[in-house]
């Protein structure tokens, strides 16, 4: 913690405070997220939870990608580490789905002042039905969301993220992978477990980039499109309309 | 203005130099909570300090490369006053808003973390909301005058004065509050 300068006064918590100031601005200076909060904000910023120091969040979160990884049958090796890597494709999508939203006009100096952001929250969207493509992609449609996460519904427990997580990292993976037909299943069975679940528009657009992979281009489009109409404006949507052809990056 | 998609995006599945990985995991480690507790004083909900928080790091992973290693608190600092302004926060704004002896009842355990956290906030919410941002800046969070005059936009003996009226409204309110709580102790 920096030094104040030598022509302002010592700090109070240096000295000079009752013990009744002192005790009430060191518990002031302590205040900060939970350790579950700290996790999942981690994650989704894309930094490790375990270098940030939220090691039982963490562990409870590996844990909980290990159990998905079981339910969902998959025998992808992913362990705590690979969760959300650093601004990987996904793990920006994770974020930006639910907290960037809009447009951001950072392009100052760095002593600039910041910049004015639109809402981090939008109203939840809805993805019209797929009856006009392909059965795979008709199937469960969910809804599809760019609220952010503390938006959707009540508080989420650790243990529910977890699984979604580790559900939503799997399909990641398989699409990593260029095994679209195993994302698409495992997206299936996301948005069937999770309707109205926290990661519903990045499964979406796992769905579309598998789609891509497929090479059936024309439903991941129809998707895309639909993908975009409900989810304006955000970074996710962007990204799924380069996807799909509907945008050049 | 139309967005642009941060260059990991935009340059493909590559992300940034590992150096830059890491420096964002310090700078979160190190400063995650004050930007947090920035974010609290401007009585935002805890899910949308939550959110504002991830926009502030978010940011600051976007400029990293503009970012002075010296002056990364005061960037996350400045960006999360931004963020909190964008969601029409413009001023320092306590979530406890009722009467402050109404509000010492619900301090049940003095001594306990927690309950003293309620009773800063108590007595912060007591000191004017200009002030109380430079005292907690200076006081709670240690940056420095010049650090503070350049985040607020305000001349280094407004920061001088400011922490001078915040630290009596302060002392007034703290030393109330304590005489609250031996009253309470004592009945």
Redesign the interface.
């Known amino acids: 913690?920096?030094?104040?300068?030598t022509?302002?006064?010592e700090?109070?918590?240096d000295g000079g405070a009752?013990d009744?100031?002192r005790?009430?601005?060191?518990?002031?200076?302590?205040?900060?997220?939970s350790p579950e909060?700290?996790a999942?904000?981690?994650q989704?910023?894309?930094?490790?939870a375990t270098?940030?120091?939220v090691a039982v969040a963490a562990k409870e979160l590996a844990t909980g990608a290990t159990a998905a990884k079981a339910t969902a049958g998959a025998g992808a090796g992913i362990g705590s580490t690979t969760l959300l890597?650093?601004?990987?494709?996904v793990a920006?999508a994770l974020?930006?789905a639910?907290?960037?939203v809009?447009?951001?006009?950072?392009k100052g100096?760095?002593?600039a002042?910041?910049?004015?952001?639109?809402?981090?929250?939008t109203p939840r969207a809805t993805v019209p039905s797929t009856s006009s493509t392909s059965q795979s992609v008709a199937a469960p449609t969910a809804p599809l969301s760019n609220d952010?996460l503390?938006?959707r519904g009540a508080?989420p427990s650790v243990s529910d993220l977890r699984e979604e997580i580790a559900v939503i990292d799997l399909a990641r993976t398989a699409v990593k992978a260029g095994d679209g037909r195993r994302a698409l299943e495992i997206v299936r069975r996301y948005q069937d477990k999770y309707p109205t679940g926290h990661f519903l528009p990045e499964s979406a657009a796992l769905k579309i980039e598998a789609l891509v992979g497929l090479g059936r281009i024309a439903d991941a489009r129809v998707l895309a499109e639909r993908f975009v109409a409900d989810n304006k404006?955000t970074?996710l949507a962007?990204?799924v309309a380069i996807l799909a052809g509907l945008s050049r990056? | 203005?139309?967005?642009?998609?941060?260059m990991?995006?935009?340059a493909g599945?590559s992300?940034?130099p590992e150096t830059d990985?890491v420096r964002?995991?310090r700078m979160?480690?190190d400063h995650?909570?004050t930007v947090?507790?920035t974010l609290?004083r401007r009585g935002l909900s805890?899910?949308?300090?939550?959110?504002?928080?991830?926009?502030t790091?978010?940011?600051a992973?976007?400029?990293l490369s503009?970012?002075?290693p010296e002056?990364e608190?005061a960037?996350l600092v400045?960006?999360a006053?931004?963020?909190a302004?964008?969601?029409g926060r413009k001023t320092v704004r306590w979530q406890l808003d009722e009467d402050m002896d109404l509000r010492l009842s619900e301090v049940r355990d003095v001594g306990d973390?927690r309950a003293?956290?309620q009773?800063?906030?108590l007595?912060?919410s007591k000191v004017e909301p200009d002030l109380a941002e430079v005292f907690?800046l200076?006081?709670?969070?240690?940056?420095?005058?010049?650090?503070i005059a350049?985040l607020l936009?305000i001349p280094l003996g407004s920061?001088?004065s400011r922490?001078r009226r915040a630290?009596e409204q302060?002392?007034i309110a703290?030393?109330r509050?304590?005489r609250s709580l031996r009253k309470e102790g004592e009945s």
């Not at chain 1, 002042?113 to 929250?121: H, R």
């Not at chain 2, 200076?138 to 650090?147: A, D, K, R």
């Open positions: 913690m920096s030094r104040p300068q022509d302002f006064p700090r109070l918590l009752t009744f100031e005790r009430i601005l060191a518990a002031g200076a302590s205040k900060g997220p909060v700290l999942q904000m981690a989704r910023i894309g930094v490790s270098a940030v120091g890597p650093w601004i990987s494709v920006l974020v930006v639910g907290v960037v809009g447009t951001r006009l950072w100096s760095p002593a002042s910041p910049q004015v952001l639109v809402p981090m929250s952010s503390s938006n508080t404006g970074m962007k990204r990056p | 203005m139309v967005n642009s998609l941060p990991a995006v935009s599945r992300g940034p990985r964002l995991e979160f480690h995650h909570a947090w507790r609290c805890p899910d949308k300090v939550a959110d504002a928080t991830q926009e790091f978010i940011v992973a976007e400029r503009d970012i002075r002056s608190r960037f400045k960006t006053l931004g963020v302004y964008s969601l973390t003293d956290i009773l800063c906030d007595v912060l907690a200076y006081e709670i969070e240690g940056l420095t005058s010049p650090e350049a936009e920061v001088a922490l630290r302060f002392r703290a030393a509050v304590e």
